[in-house]
C-alpha cells in the first residue's frame, strides 16, 4: 500500500505521528500566507502541523489530506485546542474544494509522496484549479538519497500516552536514481503493555523532482515557475539537495 491514501491509515498514522521526524517552522508558512493573502490552503495537512498554529494565530487557512485517519487526528486536534478550522479528505491530484485560494502550500517535501510524474502533473493541474488568479503555490522539495544500510533493520522507538511501544523499522530499499524514485519496505509495530502485538508492512515510494523536471511539469500545467529558494544550482539533482519552488499562473493561461 504505497498510496498516500492508504499508507497513513490505522496502525501507521498513528505510529507516523508518534514518531515523526519532521518539526515544522509554522513562521515559514505564517510569513508565506500573509506575504501572498488569504484564504490559504496547506494541502496534505496531516494531524494538523503546522496548519492548526496559523489557524490559532488567525490565518484563515483550510487543510486537506487524503488519509481519513490524519484528518481525523487534526480535527481532535483542533477541537482540543477550540479552533474552528475547515478539514477536507481529498488526494491533491483530484482535489474539488468549492474555493479559491490566494496562498497555496505544503508543509514539507510532502508533493514527493506521489509515486510517478504523471499524479504530479495532476496535482500541479489541481493546485491550479484552486488557485486565486493573483495567487502564489510554495512547494518545498527534496532529492532523496538512498537510506544508510546502517539503518535497515535498527527500529526507532517511542512510548506512547498509554504505554504501549511504537516503533517504526526500514526493512529493504529499491534506489532508482534514473526514475527519481525511493521504494522502502517498512514495519510499523505497536506492542501494547497487554494484549497481542500489531504490525503493519508498507512499501514507502519518494519519487522527487529536480528544479528542472519541476519546471516543465509547471508548464505543462499552466503555472510558472516565479522563483526558487535558494537560486544556488550548484548542487542541483544532487542527494540530499532542498529547495522551495513558488509558482503562479503562467501569464499565457
Known amino acids: ?114 509515486p510517478h510524474d504523471d499524479a504530479a502533473l495532476r496535482a500541479l493541474k489541481s493546485f491550479r484549479r484552486h488557485l486565486a488568479t493573483d495567487g502564489t503555490i510554495m512547494v518545498p522539495l527534496w532529492v532523496a538519497g538512498p537510506t544508510p544500510r546502517e539503518q535497515f533493520g535498527v527500529a526507532r522507538e517511542t512510548i506512547d500516552h498509554r504505554g504501549d511501544l511504537l516503533r517504526y523499522t526500514p526493512v529493504s530499499e529499491d534506489y532508482n536514481q534514473n526514475a527519481r524514485t525511493r521504494r522502502t519496505t517498512v514495519t510499523y509495530e505497536r506492542v501494547p503493555r497487554s494484549g497481542p502485538p500489531q504490525r503493519a508492512d508498507r512499501e514507502w515510494v519518494i519519487h522527487w523532482q529536480t528544479r528542472q523536471t519541476i519546471t516543465a511539469l509547471a508548464s505543462r ?33
Do not use: N, W
Open 221 to 253: 500545467a499552466g503555472l510558472t515557475v516565479r522563483s526558487v529558494e535558494p537560486s544556488d544550482t550548484a548542487a542541483e539533482g544532487e542527494p540530499g539537495e532542498e529547495f522551495t519552488v513558488y509558482l503562479t499562473h503562467s501569464p499565457s493561461s
Open 1 to 114: 500500500m504505497s498510496d498516500p491514501a492508504s499508507f497513513y491509515t490505522g496502525l501507521v498514522a498513528e505510529v507516523y505521528s508518534a514518531l515523526k521526524a519532521e518539526t515544522f517552522d509554522p513562521s515559514r508558512y505564517a510569513d508565506f500566507v500573509r506575504s501572498h493573502g488569504e484564504p490559504a490552503l496547506e494541502v496534505g495537512c496531516g494531524a494538523g502541523q503546522p496548519m492548526l498554529q496559523l489557524v490559532s494565530e488567525g490565518l484563515d487557512v483550510d487543510g486537506v489530506d487524503s488519509s481519513p485517519d490524519m484528518i481525523e487526528q487534526a480535527r481532535l486536534a483542533a477541537g482540543t485546542q477550540g479552533l474552528d478550522v475547515r478539514l477536507h479528505v481529498a488526494r491533491m491530484e483530484e482535489m474539488d474544494l468549492g474555493r479559491s485560494y490566494r496562498s497555496v502550500y505544503l508543509a514539507g517535501p510532502t508533493f514527493e509522496l506521489l
